[in-house]
């Protein structure tokens, strides 16, 4: 039997991969969490040979999460999950310690395919690896990442000249979740960073 643990903070998300891998032969989830500090308390209690990681999580990034749980768990195989598409996030999740990564919207074939080949200590990835390769072509308004509510906030903070801790203040949360936050739209839109993120923004009208 093979146990699976879903990381998402989407529940419908979580209920349509554990509809999908419960209906596998010789798979079971054993576990779910909506967010990293609830992942890392489960994953030291429940059974767990794969790991489907969302890469955009509410407190943590996916892509932190990953590394921490290849330090503290090393047995386990991870797979990022998620809708985006970006080589950025996908180069970052397997130099963390990700043995593949897999889009939401993969069919159940390919999710057992996945599963199947990290069990087996191989690298799989769900898009075309030419895709991976080629040049990043010009960004169309409509095709820009979405970014969440509160990262646009985070954003106008960041375009209004307001530091982590005084975001952090406005925002009721702490100064390492808005650096979170910021990492995260770097990360998202493959910018280098905060000036060049503020720069895309303007850019690309997401920000006032």
Known sequence: MIHVFIVDDHPI?????????????????TGTAGNAVEAVGLLKEVPADVVLLDINLPDVSGIDLCKKIRKEFPEKKILGISTFSERSYISRMIENGALGYLIKSASAVEIAEAIASVMQGRLYMSLNIEHLLRPSSVILPDALPNLTRREKEVLQYIAEGLTNN???????????????????????????????????????????
């Open 13 to 29: 998300v979580i209920e349509g991969l554990r509809a999908v891998i419960d209906k596998l032969d010789d798979h079971e989830v």
């Open 166 to 208: 005084q975001i952090a203040e406005k925002i009721f949360v702490s100064p390492s979740t808005v650096d979170t936050h910021r990492k995260n739209m770097i990360t998202k839109l493959e910018v280098s960073n905060t000036a060049a993120l503020i720069r895309f923004a303007v850019k690309y009208g997401l920000i006032e």
